[in-house]
């Protein structure tokens, strides 16, 4: 059965949807899995999408295996799927989590962007 997206999170849009950071199982506690930027595939139900993660935390290689930092672009393959409406958020600025480094207080990051001045396990949006 084939369903027609309602709108609420359209194919294509994107997104930020739960998934476990690397080491976390993916049977943990969904609630405490952070918010990494997707893309929304399709509706697959009446509260289901299938999703593409897009972090490059979550990338692999075709062997299956993280892929390190630097990795170019072309060989990553990226994790998708299935969230229903309570584990996707639309994308947009988030606010960055790093400690105050530079004295001028927390920031905003657009979609894609990550924080020039957050230290080792800083990178991460506030509340991850």
């Known amino acids: 059965m084939t369903y027609d997206n309602d709108g609420r999170f359209p194919d294509g849009a994107a997104v930020q949807a739960r998934y476990p950071d690397a080491g976390r199982r993916s049977g943990s506690d969904r609630d405490a899995w952070p918010w990494l930027d997707a893309t ?8 289901e999408w299938l999703v593409t993660i897009e972090d490059r935390r979550a990338a692999e290689l075709e062997d ?4 390190p930092a630097g990795t170019p672009d072309e ?3 990226f994790p998708m799927c299935f969230r229903d409406a309570s584990e996707l958020r639309p994308a947009g600025r988030r606010l960055c989590a790093h400690a105050d480094l530079d ?4 920031h905003w990051l657009e979609r894609g962007r990550s924080c ?5 396990g ?7």
């Open 40 to 47: 929304v595939e399709q509706q697959c139900g009446p509260d």
């Open 122 to 128: 800083q990178g991460r949006e506030a509340g991850q």
């Open 116 to 120: 020039g001045l957050a230290g080792p």
């Open 75 to 77: 060989q990553l393959l």
């Open 64 to 67: 299956g295996t993280p892929a």
């Open 103 to 106: 004295g001028q207080g927390m």
